[in-house]
């Protein structure tokens, strides 16, 4: 967890926030506090009025951390000096944007303007004794933006360091009444931060109120983010940013739960499944259309529709080589060539899908344009694939439709004769309107029999006794 250094004017603004929480003890009467978790305990502290303009914004805060990498080149300005004029006016860009795409103004951001301008701030923020925002963030650029020169603040204790600063916003997020939840990526970084501080997996998802394997299922997603991030790198430095995950939410859980089930039967069909999917995430189909890459996918020979990779031909026609670990004299067997068709082809969508939402003017627009043509390709491809997908999982479909409804109609049955022997116990059964629903279920039988006799020379047993009881019954 990094530790920031001290703001500007640090010691001075101490100095203020000490003589205002003294004013407030002396003025006497009832003093407002705000109640903060911390180390397992509750804190009480004193909430003050500090000048809005004189904060300074969190440069560690879980909110926007993944956004943070939209604009590299501002991310690095704030990297190096967090409390620049440059760095915090980008943090508060950041604030008032969208979490899935930050070229576009949050419409709760703007909800949240208008209610503090309407009502007024019902909640105080929290600072440091420095004047470090550690919750109200939001708000304070929202105040701002209205012109308001104070908002009300509770201080924390000047002992705080920054790993209690991250503890206490997470455990403020983290209440069931809180007002704006992180974005989905800031939710699962402030997991990883939180494994790295030494908590269990049993804490962080007792923190974050979710079961266990759910924890492990992010834990896994941010874990493959984090490495298809490294692998979209190319030689002009442009990468895929976090925030660019942030609408795959249920995509990726999905393929998680796919990834899980499929790895213990087959790892190589697994990673190719895991590949393709990220693939066609990458190219924004929708979940349904992301569903269609599955086991029968791999069966049904769809993944020859997608486009090849240049070098790969070479590869697939032999098994890979085993790979030997250094040191150790032990040879483990490499990726088969379906694997590394399949990651070399979402290496290529990986780094054009990354040159295409890079918007770095440095970029030229010949290079943008060919890597969006790679990306069209790709997409037309994976499109062709996954409706040829659809119309083979809609036969199946149709194939296991009256088996299906036979197998309900037997569970209905079987719940007819319990219910027959509880009727007879207690002398309620109706005997005609039982009568008549067992002549309906004998001209069914007949339909189901003449239409399940065609076209079959060799009929199975089933089939056969249908055939011989509802013959029997007509006689």
């Known amino acids: 967890m990094r530790e920031f250094p001290p703001p500007p004017r640090a010691a001075e603004f101490s100095e203020l926030i000490k003589k205002k929480v003294q004013e407030v003890r002396?003025?006497?009467?009832?003093?407002?506090?705000?109640?903060?978790?911390?180390?397992?305990?509750?804190a009480h502290v004193e909430v003050i009025d500090l000048p809005v303009n004189s904060l300074y914004f969190n440069p560690g805060t879980h909110r926007i951390r993944a956004q943070r990498s939209h604009d590299p080149d501002r991310e690095q300005v704030l990297e190096k000096d967090p409390w620049s004029a440059e760095s915090q006016d980008y943090l508060r860009f950041l604030l008032q944007a969208s979490p899935s795409?930050?070229?576009?103004?949050d419409p709760a951001f703007d909800a949240l303007k208008e209610s503090l301008q309407q009502f007024g701030q019902n909640?105080?923020?929290?600072?440091?004794?420095?004047?470090?925002?550690?919750n109200g963030n939001t708000r304070a650029s929202a105040l701002r933006e209205l012109g308001i020169q104070s908002m009300r603040v509770g201080?924390?204790?000047?002992?705080?360091?920054?790993?209690?600063?991250?503890?206490?916003?997470?455990s403020l997020q983290l209440r069931k009444d809180h007002r704006?939840?992180?974005?989905?990526?800031?939710?699962?970084i402030a997991m990883e931060e939180q494994a790295a501080l030494g908590h269990t997996p049993e804490q962080i998802a007792k923190a974050f109120r979710i079961q266990v394997r759910t924890y492990h299922q992010e834990r896994w997603i941010l874990s493959t983010i984090r490495e298809l991030i490294a692998r979209s790198a190319s030689g002009g430095g442009t990468t895929l940013r976090l925030v660019d995950w942030e609408g795959a939410q249920e995509r990726l859980k999905e393929l998680q739960r796919l990834y899980v089930k499929m790895e213990t039967l087959d790892r190589d069909q697994a990673e190719v499944l895991k590949e393709l999917r990220l693939a066609a995430i990458l190219l924004n189909f929708s979940k349904t259309d992301v569903r269609h890459i599955d086991e029968n996918f791999l069966k049904e020979g769809l993944?020859?529709?997608?486009?090849?990779?240049?070098g790969s031909s070479g590869a697939s026609s032999a098994q890979a080589a085993d790979v030997a670990i250094p040191g150790l004299g032990l040879t483990v067997p490499a990726a088969s060539?379906?694997?590394?068709?399949?990651?070399?082809?979402?290496?290529?969508?990986?780094?054009?899908?990354?040159?295409v939402n890079d918007k770095r003017p440095a970029l030229g627009d010949a290079e943008k344009a060919e890597n969006q043509a790679v990306l069209d390709n790709a997409k037309k491809a994976f499109d062709e694939a996954i409706e040829a997908a659809g119309r083979s999982a809609r036969l199946r479909k149709r194939k296991q439709l009256a088996p299906a409804r036979l197998a309900e109609a037997c569970a209905s049955i079987d719940q007819c004769v319990a219910d027959l022997v509880q009727a007879r116990t207690s002398r309620s059964l109706d005997e005609e309107a039982f009568d008549e629903a067992v002549l309906k279920l004998r001209a069914s039988l007949r339909k189901l029999a003449q239409q399940a006799g065609r076209g079959l020379p060799n009929p199975g047993d089933g089939v056969t006794w249908l055939l011989e009881a509802t013959a029997e019954a007509a006689q």
């Open 123 to 134: 909640d105080p923020g929290l600072v440091t004794h420095q004047g470090i925002l550690v």
């Open 180 to 188: 704006r939840d992180y974005s989905y990526i800031n939710r699962l």
């Open 155 to 170: 201080v924390l204790p000047e002992s705080f360091t920054w790993a209690d600063i991250n503890a206490v916003e997470l």
């Open 26 to 42: 002396e003025a006497g009467g009832t003093r407002e506090t705000v109640t903060v978790d911390w180390n397992e305990q509750q």
């Open 337 to 355: 060539s379906a694997v590394s068709e399949a990651r070399a082809l979402n290496d290529q969508i990986l780094r054009a899908t990354a040159v």
């Open 303 to 310: 993944v020859e529709m997608l486009p090849s990779v240049s």
């Open 101 to 105: 795409d930050p070229n576009l103004r």
